[in-house]
Structures are given as C-alpha cells and as structure tokens.
C-alpha cells in the first residue's frame, strides 16, 4: 500500500477512507457539492481535516483526532502534485522556467533542473515552445506544459482536478492520450466528471456522494454494474433494484421482471440490474403478455445523437426521432418501458 | 496655495474669476494648514447710549497673525461702542496677507507685523495716505514650561548643548533674530529655522527644544505652556507694526474709523495689556 | 469621420463635466508657468538653498519609499493573506494617514518619537535623538507614505488571488521561495506603482515634517518647506522652485506608468 487516507470534516459533512497502491490511478466522481474538491485540499494540505491521518509511502501527510498525535505537514512537503482545471502555468515565467520550478524549488542546480524540464517539455510534445510566455499558448498547450510542470517536480503522487474540463472539445483528446501515457507508471488520483477520463486513464473508480463513498471498484464493473443512481446516470445506464426472484428480480413497486444474464444471487436477497436505453423499447398501451413491463410517465424527451432519449423519473430508453413520431408521445404521456431479459444484467448489490 | 492674478490677460475673464474663487476660498479657510490664520467675525455688540459718529457697515481687516487674541477683542470693542457697524478679521502670515492683497482679495485694512511687507503694498499703490505705527514688539527666550535647560540669557543660546529653535531669516521674526545675533556677536547653532512663530512655540512647548526665540507677545499669549525668558538685548531688534487703510477699501470714512480707534487710547490699552509696546 | 473609430457610449455631457475637471487640475498648473520669472528661472533654482532642498528631499523620499517597501510589503501580506480578530480594524488604522491632515501626523509622532515622547526612554537609553535629524524627515515622510503601498499592494494581492501560490506550493517550493519566485513577480506592477505613489507622497511631505522634523538647510529643510520659506521673501524663487517639484512629479509618475505597462501580466493571465 503506497497511499493511505481517512479523514472527516464535520463542517462539510465529509468522511471518506479509502487506499492506493504503487502505480495504480484512482478516478474520483460524483456531484457537485459531493465532496471531491474538500477531498483534493485535505490531500494536496490546503485545509486539515477534524480528525484522520493519511500516509503516502510511510511519510504521515497529517494525522489528528483522538487519541492521536497531531501531525500536519505543509503542502510543500508532501510530495504531491496538482494538476488543475485550469493550467495556471506562472504568466511571468518561460515554458522552460515553469517546468523547471519543481526542480529548482527542490534546490537542483538551475541547469539540471533545465535538462529535467526539456526530458518532460519533450514527453508531452511541447518541446518547441521552452522560450514562450504562457500568455503565448493555446488551451491546450498550456494544459500540456502543466502536465510537464507537475511530473517534473517528481511527486509521490499526483492529483488532477478535472484537467480536461477548461479544455476545447477538439484538444481535449490529445491530452487525454498524453496522460494516458504518462499516468501509466503514475500514482494519481483524478478528479473528474467526465466516464471517458475514468475509463481510459483509471484502474479503479471511487464514487463520492454527500462526503460518501457510495462507489469503489474497478473502472469496469463499477460503470457495468453501479448501485448508485449518479452512477448509472454517469454510466448511461437504467439500474433497477429490488429483490432477487427465481426468474429475475422484483422491484419495491412489486414490478416481476425477467433477466436472463449475471451473476445469480440467493433468492431473496437484494440486488440490482442494469439495462441499456438503447435496448429498451416504448410502447404507449400496456404490452400484451404484460412481461417486463414498467409503467412510466415522460418527463423529458432530448436529442442524443441520431437518436431520442425518451426520459422518466428513473427510467429511460433511447429511440429513433421516426419511431417517437409514430408513437405520439410528448412530456406527460402515459407509456411502458418494455426490455428483452437477455438485454439486462442481474447483480448482487453487495458485491 | 493661492493663485497669482492674471493682469496680463483682462479678457480671460473667466480665468479671473476663478482665481479670485479660489483666493476667496483660500481667506475663508485659511491660506495654508499650518498658519495661524482665520476669520473671525465679532458679534454686533448691544446698543450703546454714548454712540459716537463712526459710519455703518462692514469693514474687513487682514491683520498679522499675532494680532489674532488683540485685534478680536478690539473688534468686539468696536463694535460695542458702535451699532451698526460690523467688523471682520482674517489673521495670517503678514506675507501670506500680502500676496492675498495683491492678488485681489477683498480688504479694507491691513494690519502688518513689520514694516517691510506693509512697504511692498506702499509701492504696489495699494495703501491710502500713509501708515501708521501703532505698536512694537520684541523678542523673547521661550524656554518649555520650568526652563529645564536653565537659560538665563540671550548669550546662553549661543551653546550647542543647549537646542534652540529660531525663525528662518527671511521672515520678520528671523531678521529680528539675526539682528540680535550680529548686534551681541552671539551666533545660535539653532536645530531649526522655522517659517512660523507658531511653529517654534510648537516645538518650545512640546519640549522638543530647550529655547526658542519668539515675540514677548507670543510668550504672554501662549499661557503657562512655555516659560518666558526676557533679554536686554532684544532693545536692538525692535519690530514696528504698522496699520493702514487700503485704497480699494469700500468703506473708507469705517476703515479709517476703525484705525483711529486702534491707535487711540482704548487700542492702545488693549494692545499693550497684550505685552506690545509703544511706537 | 475619417478613420474608423470605436463607438465610445460615453454620454456627451460625461465628456463635458470631465473637460471641466480636467481644467481645474491642469489650469493651476499651467498658472504657475505662466508666473515663473524665467529669466532668472536658473539662478532661482540653483542657489545653495534650493539644491540642499532639493537633494535632501530626494534623498528623504528615496529612504522613505524603501521603508515602505520593506515594511509595507509584509503589512499588505498579512492583510490580503491571513485572517484574524480585529483585522479590518487593524486595515482602517493602517490607512488612517492617507486621510490624517499632515499636520496631525506630525504631532502623533512628536508624541511617539520625540524628547518627551512615547518611546522617551527606550531611546534615551539607546542615546538616540530624533528629533531636528534628517531621520525625522525620513519617519514623517514613511509615515504618511506607508498607507499608500499597503492599499495598492493588498488590492493587487487579493485580485491575483492564491491559486498560483497553491500550485506553487505543490510542486514543492515553500512559503518564502513561493513568495520570492510567484507573488512577488505577480503583483510587481502593483509594487511599483505603489511605490512611486509613496516617493510622490513623501516628496510632497510638508506638515508632518514641519510639525515633527523642523526646518533647517540641509538637514530638514525639504523642498516643499523651502518653497514654503521662499515665499515669504522671494515669491519667484517659490514659483520657480515649485514647477521643479511638479517637474520632478511627472518624471516619476510617467517612469512608473512606463514600467507599469511593460510589466502588465499578459491577457491568459487568470486562464
């Protein structure tokens, strides 16, 4: 175990614990106000917390709370890394001088700290811009150089804070595939909201909600199988709970539904399955053999694409634009939301 | 903080105007935050039976700041023993007094505390008749109260050990200084040539200095916060104050009314219950 | 119109009110040179007691604009930087000088620094003297000065905000290499101008000095209490020695817009 943290702010209703091992990168989501950003300042030392005590690689970050010996170390210390939402790179410095400020700080010698900063200038393809002033850059290539800034001054941990958020939608994956490289040997945890940075640049996923972790898994099965409702919104994806039956599970409204796949839990116990909106199907009356049928009221229709996202409270389908013009439907209309039990997967919710 | 007036260019005439604007603003607040200059209107005094013939109306008088606690209380005077007549003072700097003079303000007399800047109005045509001398004034050693530094005379000054604070040679109190100074053959190493006797008096009652070198007057009106020193030597430097009508006066037959009673027996009663002496 | 122009949506009589202001600053000015003797503008202006003064008073401002600089710089970090009880108290007295009359600073620090002051006996124990020296110039003038670097430096602080400071703390530099290498060069433009507001201010120093320093050539005597001499005898060397004032304002204060510009931080600043 490289990375270890629990902490509790009573003030913002936070207590999260969790661990990280050498090498590995953890995405963190979860709605505004969750929790993510008090998570990031209690890591990077720019607020204490009530009482907890975090470790990366045997060093104590802080420690307080009862029965402990009050240990805080100042941000400059701890050997972590933040990689913003916005590049903040120094506007009176040099590209160079940025990414050498790690070094320098660190007291290497000015011209080994220069060296340093060409070898990650070149590791994120911004070699050609050293001589600039960030008030010279693009988005994008700020971004980039601050990626270079922040692996130069070789932390034990890096922390990126929705660092693809500020960027065009047409740069953003250039850089996605350069963390991608670079996070490959990395120990970082990123804050995002954002599936695409969790799928492609994370090992394992932590879900936080009201100071919670309501999530915590590998990338996969957390956004295949999610039990929490943001997560499944995330993932785009309709998650029924409710409990296990022979042919599949019943909801609390005491809907029977069949499921042909997954992972069979005890009869009777609690569990969830999740079903594409793509594979559901919208019938305006009820279906006649009255199999996996869910009575919904429309409360949103929205372009996806090529096609519609039919919306209710908790349940929606996605279909073409011609078909929802067949069915006459608008906001407000009475429908059933009908799904092949092959199409679902059945899981048990304490997994 | 006053502006010259711009005779050279009568047309301009909204340039005038203001100057004359910020001139007047500059005599009813004040000419600068440092002199001891400012308006004082005396209340019209109640009836008198044994009303004398002076004119009614306003007369405004510029008077040397030192003139400040006399001239009030001869103004309220005035105006006691004549109903219906109103008068007003502006004290400042007797320079101060002049430039405002020349520069257009509103007087009717001037009050000055020597000779030589009453001169400069003489020949800048602006007084009527000639002036009158109606008081003197001589120096003074202003020691902080209990004379701690234990100065006993004029010489006394002349020991550096000993901090005194004089009145830079170019205004009145300053060449009466320096006239003492070559008269007795004494040279004061003095830590501060001040423009103001007001601010010697400053640095004297403050304890700041051990001497200063002020007016007799100053001293006696400065109260118990300075302890006074006379000197015999001071005969040799005696300042002369003199008062004249001013040929722009509005109310010539008041302005002259008002001179009269200064130089006359009440005036100069008061003037010297003050520490003034005679001309 | 012959060029193409921005349309400006300023209302005309804002232009008006604003040609009026600007008279009654520039029109005083332009008085004095109107009123300068200019034949005898070089002999007025290099007597013995004009250059004392006039030497003095920038060497005065020079020293005081430092002290500002040395004490003002912490003052400002503290207040845009920290929190703690009594601080915008602290803030109001702070400032207070800007709108002390002058004169009254001079006696708050005749009672402070002076014989028979605050500090009486630690400074007779240390056998210093205050009072009359060329170092109560100094002190009047950093006093009434100070105010004027703390507000432009906090302000400036408190726009650029501490999120450079952040990120420059996690890349290891610690709180006195983050202040040298970020904060400093951040807010530079904000020093200088501030600076150059206090040089102007303590050059411009009269009433505390008169009040607490005294008046003596070449050691107290600084140009505005010579001009405020002069003026008693030789109203022309007062003008003269007054446009040389105001000439000396305007080098400064154009210098420090010159220096200001050059430095302003680039538009991607804050993205």
């Known amino acids: 175990m490289t990375f270890t943290f629990e902490a509790a702010v009573a003030r913002r209703k936070f207590d999260v614990s969790f661990s990280l091992s050498q090498g590995e990168t953890l995405a963190v989501l979860g709605p505004n106000g969750a929790g993510k950003s008090t998570l990031l300042n209690l890591i990077s030392g720019s607020l204490s917390p009530d009482s907890g005590h975090a470790e990366l690689d045997g060093d104590v970050l802080f420690s307080a709370g009862s029965g402990r010996k009050r240990v805080w170390q100042p941000p400059h210390t701890r050997g972590i890394s933040l990689l913003a939402q916005q590049a903040l790179l120094f506007p009176h410095l040099t590209v160079l001088d940025n990414v050498a400020f790690g070094p320098t700080s660190s007291g290497v010698k000015k011209r080994t700290a220069h060296d340093a900063a060409r070898k990650w200038l070149a590791e994120v393809d911004a070699a050609q811009f050293e001589r600039r002033k960030p008030a010279q850059l693009s988005g994008g290539q700020a971004q980039r150089i601050a990626v270079a800034r922040a692996l130069a001054a070789e932390p034990k941990l890096l922390l990126l804070d929705e660092p693809m958020a500020a960027l065009d939608i047409d740069v953003a994956p250039a850089l996605r595939r350069t963390l991608r490289r670079v996070l490959e040997n990395c120990t970082a945890i990123i804050v995002t909201h954002d599936i695409l940075d969790a799928y492609t640049l994370a090992d394992r996923v932590i879900v936080i909600d009201n100071g919670r972790i309501v999530e915590d898994g590998p990338t996969r099965r957390v956004f295949e199988q999610p039990r929490d409702p943001f997560t499944a919104n995330l993932a785009g994806l309709n998650v029924l709970s409710g409990i296990r039956t022979p042919l599949g599970l019943r909801t609390a409204d005491g809907v029977e539904l069949a499921i042909g796949a997954g992972a069979a839990g005890a009869v009777g116990s609690e569990c969830s399955a999740a079903i594409r909106p793509s594979d559901v199907r919208v019938s305006t009356s009820p279906p006649p053999d009255g199999a996996n049928a869910l009575p919904a009221t429309i409360t949103d229709l929205e372009p996806r694409g090529d096609l519609v996202r039919v919306r209710a409270l908790n349940f929606a389908a996605d279909l073409p634009p011609a078909l929802v013009a067949d069915l006459d439907v608008s906001i407000g209309t009475a429908v059933w939301f009908t799904f092949d039990p092959g199409s679902a997967i059945i899981y048990s919710a304490n997994r | ?279 | 119109m012959k060029t193409s122009q921005n349309y400006w949506g300023v209302p005309k009589w804002v232009l008006a009110i604003a040609l009026v202001g600007a008279l009654f600053v520039v029109l005083p000015l332009l008085a004095m040179v109107v009123r300068v003797n200019w034949g005898q503008f070089i002999p007025l202006i290099t007597s013995q007691s004009s250059i004392d003064a006039l030497l003095l008073s920038l060497r005065t401002s020079t020293i005081a604009t430092l002290l500002c600089i040395i004490l003002g710089v912490p003052m400002a970090l503290v207040l845009a930087r920290t929190t703690f009880p009594g601080q915008r108290i602290l803030r109001s007295l702070v400032l207070l000088p800007l709108v002390l009359p002058p004169v009254v600073g001079g006696i708050a620090l005749l009672y402070t620094f002076g014989r028979q002051g605050l500090l009486k006996a630690p400074m007779n124990f240390l056998g210093i003297q205050i009072a009359f020296s060329t170092t109560a110039v100094i002190l009047a003038q950093t006093f009434v000065a100070l105010p004027f670097l703390v507000l432009s430096l906090e302000g400036a602080l408190r726009t650029v905000g501490t999120r450079y400071e952040a990120i420059g703390a996690t890349l290891g530099a610690g709180p006195t290499t983050v202040l040298r290498r970020i904060t400093l060069p951040l807010v530079l433009p904000a020093l200088v101008s501030g600076a150059v507001l206090s040089f102007a201010r303590a050059l411009g120093e009269f009433g505390a000095t008169l009040t607490f320093a005294g008046s003596l050539q070449g050691v107290t005597r600084t140009l505005p209490l010579e001009i405020y001499l002069q003026r008693e005898t030789d109203p022309d060397a007062a003008v003269a020695l007054s446009l040389v004032l105001v000439a000396v304002a305007i080098i400064v204060v154009g210098l420090a817009n010159r220096v200001g510009s050059n430095s302003r931080l680039g538009p991607n600043v804050l993205s």
Do not use: H, W
């Open chain 2, 1 to 279: 903080m006053t502006f010259a007036p711009l005779k050279s260019k009568p047309t301009r005439k909204s340039l005038r105007s203001l100057a004359t604007l910020v001139i007047a603003a500059a005599v009813v607040t004040g000419a600068a935050a440092c002199s001891s200059s400012s308006t004082t209107t005396a209340s019209t005094g109640t009836p008198s039976a044994s009303a004398t013939t002076a004119p009614a109306g306003t007369v405004v008088v510029f008077a040397a700041a030192s003139l400040k606690a006399t001239f009030t209380a001869l103004g309220t005077a005035f105006q006691a023993a004549n109903p219906g007549t109103t008068v007003t003072f502006s004290f400042a700097g007797s320079s101060d007094l002049v430039t405002q003079i020349t520069g257009g303000a509103p007087a009717d007399i001037f009050a000055s505390a020597d000779t030589n800047n009453m001169g400069k109005l003489v020949s800048a045509n602006l007084v009527s008749g000639t002036p009158v001398n109606f008081a003197t004034n001589v120096l003074e050693i202003a020691t902080p109260p209990g004379n701690p530094a234990n100065v006993k005379t004029f010489a006394d000054l002349g020991n550096a050990s000993i901090k005194t604070v004089i009145c830079a040679p170019a205004v009145p109190c300053g060449a009466a200084t320096a006239t003492i100074e070559q008269s007795t053959g004494v040279t004061i190493p003095a830590v501060s040539q001040e423009s103001s006797v007001t601010d010697v008096l400053g640095k004297v009652s403050s304890g700041e200095a051990d001497a200063g070198l002020v007016y007799v007057t100053d001293v006696k009106s400065a109260g118990n916060t300075v302890t006074g020193v006379p000197f015999a030597e001071s005969s040799s430097a005696v300042n002369t104050y003199p008062i004249a009508a001013l040929s722009d006066a509005k109310n010539a037959a008041l302005a002259q009314a008002f001179i009269g009673y200064v130089t006359g027996p009440d005036g100069q009663a008061t003037l010297a219950a003050a520490g003034f002496g005679k001309p």
